[in-house]
């Protein structure tokens, strides 16, 4: 099943570029992972950095490089760390870019309840940029509290789905928020929905209970 | 960490500087405005004419991988390395680091030239992928997790892309000669983007832009690119 709430250009220039933070690239990578869509305009985008390189100006290369480069080619290669099994438990069907972040699946995270029908947990990543990156777990038929941005956030649905007023939230699916938005996503009553989000200022609870709960995601 | 702290702040300061250093250039001037501004620490950058021949380096990329072909690799070694050295200065590498830095490059293509797909990418820009990835890796303390092709959990193209994707060393060659023909507001998105490592939201402060208009210039140069790959003949 593919998609149908895609990434817009600039988060896939972000990613191709290779100038997106590291929470914006794991979730780029996921959605690209799960979008033959996407991943075919990333092709075009990767090609203008192809097409960039090509006509960027090149700059003398020293003889000695040029020999020790000739030199090296029979060298032993080094060999690629093995690829990390995927964790037992669900979901067995995370994608690749994301494993790593989660490497003893979903129910090890640190899971902080957000109301009652949702939770949060943080994933750790080495970037010193302002985005953070987490995980969502809306329960089946649950909601996250009404909430406004402060800036941008972006979701990934990977299992489940949820709906707001902006349409309905599936598998692969992205929703890309900014600070114009309240809203208030509704998990389908079949299974429970786990999405990745990457924020770049904290949200802000708008309903009247929930906003006790905006310490919480103050980090 | 101080040291890191410091490689943070003093990025920033350059960012700010660049900022107010922006320059206004006159219409007509895209290859200028890729250039970039005066003050940047490397050469004062006219673009080089595409010499892209993407047959030509997909053949001698091929006779690498089936043959080891040395002269092969040297002539590639020829044209890609001083690009991939000023692709690495652009983006701030010192000088001697850029040279270190590019050598790994060029050994990654001879060592992987088997796994190089012409369906899916011009020689130009697989190269590309591996300098930029190289970068991040030695640069940024950023990790760059990547797409895996053979990921069980890959969504499958729904079918082949046949006519899209048989011509990707093509789209290289008409990018290539397309980029010089935006306009220079659309031009500078691109090579900040890709040179400079500015996300569009680093664009938007960097040039006191409000985001909408950092959106729409992106938007406008790639639909520009895009028709030069899908109206092919
Ligand atoms: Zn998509």
Redesign the pocket.
């Known amino acids: 099943m593919k998609?149908t709430h895609?990434?817009s250009d600039e988060w896939l220039i972000d990613y191709a570029a290779g100038a997106a933070p590291e929470p914006v690239s794991v979730l780029v990578a996921t959605?690209?992972a799960l979008?033959p869509?996407?991943r075919a305009s990333y092709r075009r985008l990767e090609a203008i950095g192809g097409a960039l390189l090509e006509v960027a100006s090149p700059v003398a290369v020293g003889a000695a490089a040029r020999e020790s480069v000739l030199a090296r080619l029979d060298d032993p290669v080094p060999i690629p760390a093995a690829m990390p099994t995927p964790p037992a438990n669900f979901p067995s069907q995370l994608p690749r870019p994301l494993r790593d972040y989660v490497p003893n699946g979903l129910a090890a995270l640190s899971w902080q309840r957000l109301g009652r029908g949702a939770a949060i947990a943080w994933l750790r990543c080495a970037s010193t940029t302002p985005y953070k990156m987490l995980m969502l777990r809306i329960a089946a038929g649950g909601s996250v509290p009404r909430h406004t941005h402060r800036g941008n956030e972006l979701v990934l649905v990977l299992q489940g789905a949820y709906v707001d007023h902006l349409g309905r939230f599936g598998p692969?699916d992205?929703a890309i928020a900014d600070d114009s938005i309240d809203h208030r996503p509704i998990a389908d009553k079949g299974e429970d929905c786990f999405c990745l989000a990457v924020v770049d200022a904290p949200i802000r609870f708008t309903g009247v209970f929930s906003r006790l709960l905006n310490p919480l995601l103050r980090r | 960490m101080p040291s890191d702290m410091q490689h943070v702040n003093q990025r920033h300061a350059e960012r700010r500087l660049a900022g107010e250093g922006a320059p206004r250039l006159p219409a007509g001037l895209a290859a200028a405005a890729l250039a970039g501004p005066a003050k940047a620490p490397v050469e004062t950058g006219v673009w080089a004419e595409s010499t892209i021949d993407p047959d030509r380096f997909a053949a001698l990329l091929k006779a690498v991988a089936a043959k080891r072909d040395r002269a092969a690799f040297a002539t590639l070694f020829d044209h890609f390395a001083p690009r991939v050295k000023a692709y690495l200065i652009r983006l701030r590498t010192e000088p001697a680091v850029a040279e270190e830095l590019m050598q790994e490059v060029m050994l990654t293509v001879w060592r992987r030239a088997d796994g190089y797909d012409p369906t899916r990418a011009g020689v130009a820009t697989w190269i590309f992928t591996i300098a930029r990835n190289r970068r991040i890796d030695t640069a940024r303390r950023d990790r760059r997790p990547e797409l895996d092709p053979s990921d069980p959990a890959l969504t499958p193209e729904p079918s082949p892309l046949a006519d899209a994707v048989v011509l990707a060393g093509e789209w290289e060659q008409r990018i290539a000669s397309a980029i010089g023909e935006l306009p220079p507001e659309q031009a500078q998105m691109l090579r900040l983007a890709y040179f400079e490592d500015r996300s569009h939201s680093d664009i938007a402060a960097l040039l006191h832009l409000p985001m909408g208009t950092v959106k729409s210039r992106l938007r406008l140069a790639i639909g520009r690119l895009r028709s030069k790959f899908e109206n092919v003949p």
């Open positions: 998609p895609h990434l959605h690209l979008c869509d996407c692969g992205v």
